[in-house]
């Protein structure tokens, strides 16, 4: 079979040991395998190019995606995937491996609707897809924001500071609770588990007056402005308080070896599907085995919370 494989929306580290598997692995089976450029927007724009062994040699351990990658929104117009699909089919591309988060799966499964065979990798840092334990990238923006926090206590302690650290994950609390775990972070604020702001402050006034010399509040993005949060900590809880947004460093960077081996089983699992003529599914790891689920399913799941680590942040404390 033609092959084509792309990645799109928010660029994850283990994109590219991604694309290597299906690369790789589809060679293997016997298919070719096409790589198209920017996500969506080079299957419309019909920029595709044939890839071999060679061209995914040395990307293991390479950060972002060879192929590029976009958020489309012109996708949604049904004129504009139908040219999409027009153009796979005029050079015989017969089934499409996305590698992406969220917006990428909507527009997967609209593709799926309108007869097109697709199968879709889960790649977001944020682990909001539901239908997988572990979305690719995940574990290494994770290991970036401890890498980012151990370096903000240092600061904070020598200075009795609280250090407020926003994490990317969109509306999901992943990063935010599993980081702050790892680092011990005396507070941890999630879409799940809302902020209030003055049980924020009570419990900081506390912490300063039993004689702790800092603290670390972890705070998924999208849920307050964190430098008011900052100064109205300041003025209010004794403790002077700055504020860090992460941003765009916890999407770059090397691939963890775990990123790494996700990705080559998910991508070299896609192929499998392929050669069984499964598709309009979403590839995910369950309890450390590779499943996959129809993508309607996977829209109507409820992607679980780790309500039992986050408890274990006051376990701990
Ligand atoms: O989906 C990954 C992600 O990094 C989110 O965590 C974040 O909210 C969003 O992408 C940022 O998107 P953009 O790159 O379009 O600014």
């Not at 290597?20 to 198209?36: D, K």
């Not at 917006?103 to 909001?128: C, K």
């Not at 006034?205 to 008011?228: M, Q």
């Not at 896609?270 to 309890?287: E, K, P, R, S, Y």
Request: hydrophobic share 40%.
């Amino acid at each position: 079979m033609k092959i084509a494989v792309l990645t799109s929306g928010g660029d994850a580290p283990g994109m590219n040991p991604a694309i290597r598997a299906v690369v790789r692995a589809g060679l293997n089976s016997g298919h070719e395998v096409y790589g198209v450029m920017d996500g969506y927007s080079g299957l419309v724009e019909g920029n595709f190019e044939k890839m071999s062994r060679k061209s995914v040699s040395e990307i293991l351990q390479k950060g972002g995606t060879i192929l590029g990658t976009a958020r489309m929104k012109d996708f949604h117009n049904k004129d504009v995937r139908q040219i999409a699909i027009d153009n796979m089919r005029k050079i015989g591309i017969e089934c499409l491996v996305v590698i992406g988060g969220d917006g990428t799966y909507r527009g997967a499964q609209a593709l799926t609707e309108m007869g097109f065979p697709v199968i879709g990798i889960p790649g977001t840092i944020d682990n909001d897809l539901a239908g997988t334990d572990f979305t690719i990238g995940f574990h290494t923006a994770l290991d970036t924001i401890v890498e980012a926090i151990d370096k903000l206590r240092d600061t904070a302690s020598s200075h009795q500071r609280c250090s407020i650290v926003e994490t990317m994950g969109r509306n999901c609390g992943d990063l935010a609770i599993m980081a702050g775990l790892s680092c011990g972070a005396e507070f941890i604020i999630t879409q799940e588990h809302k902020l209030n702001k003055n049980d924020l402050i009570e419990k900081l006034k506390v912490h300063k007056s039993e004689g702790r010399r800092n603290a670390i509040i972890v705070i998924t993005e999208n849920i307050t402005n964190v430098h008011e949060l900052a100064d109205e900590i300041t003025e209010k809880s004794g403790f002077a308080c700055r504020a860090t947004v992460l941003g765009y460093v916890q999407r770059g960077g090397s691939p963890s070896a775990e990123d790494r081996i996700l990705a080559g089983r998910m991508g070299s699992f896609a192929i499998d599907l392929i050669n069984n003529q499964t598709f309009g599914v979403a590839i995910g790891v369950m309890n450390s085995k590779m499943i996959y689920l129809p993508f309607e399913e996977v829209f109507q799941m409820k992607n679980e919370s780790m309500e039992e680590l986050y408890q274990l942040v006051s376990k701990l404390s």
